[in-house]
């Protein structure tokens, strides 16, 4: 970047950029933050809300999952919207971890409730994007009328990390 007289800040997406659509602020993040929460020496999620701003949608600086076992890494709180504004949607990474399921929602806990991802979504009642090391985007969002059942799509796919 430096060749272009750019600092990484100038030439990569910040918290607080205003994009178009929804779906574009979830895809600034994964390429702004996917590759820090997927770094061999400390893999952790990363999770961020989108919130409306003014013509557009932008994302908040992310949560980062603290703790030293996979489980505890494994988990991170999406931050509110700014103070003023409305959250939209969450958005978090699963980076590749041993043991674990990185490119689907969490969902059900060992007895077979509904937890993790998709319990966010219920509580939240608004969609949760997905950031996979596949390079996929993904989101989950209620059906219109019921409470514990989802929609999920492939937002984005073949980003190469």
Do not use: C
Request: glycine share 8%.
């Amino acid at each position: 970047m430096s060749d272009f007289g750019l600092s990484y800040e100038q030439a990569s997406h910040q918290a607080g950029d205003i994009f178009e659509s929804i779906d574009d602020a979830a895809l600034a993040w994964a390429l702004t933050y996917f590759n820090k929460s997927d770094n061999p020496n400390d893999r952790r999620e990363y999770g961020s809300a989108i919130y409306e701003n003014g013509d557009g949608y932008s994302f908040t600086e992310p949560n980062i999952a603290t703790g030293t076992s996979a489980r505890e890494r494994m988990r991170v709180t999406i931050p509110p919207a700014p103070s003023g504004y409305t959250a939209v949607a969450g958005i978090h990474s699963h980076p590749r971890e041993p043991n674990y399921n990185w490119e689907v929602f969490s969902s059900r806990d060992d007895y077979g409730r509904l937890s993790g991802d998709l319990l966010w979504v219920q509580r939240n009642g608004i969609p949760l994007y997905l950031v996979t090391p596949s390079g996929k985007v993904r989101m989950a969002e209620r059906r219109p009328n019921t409470r514990q059942s989802f929609n999920e799509k492939i937002v984005f796919s073949g980003i190469k990390w």
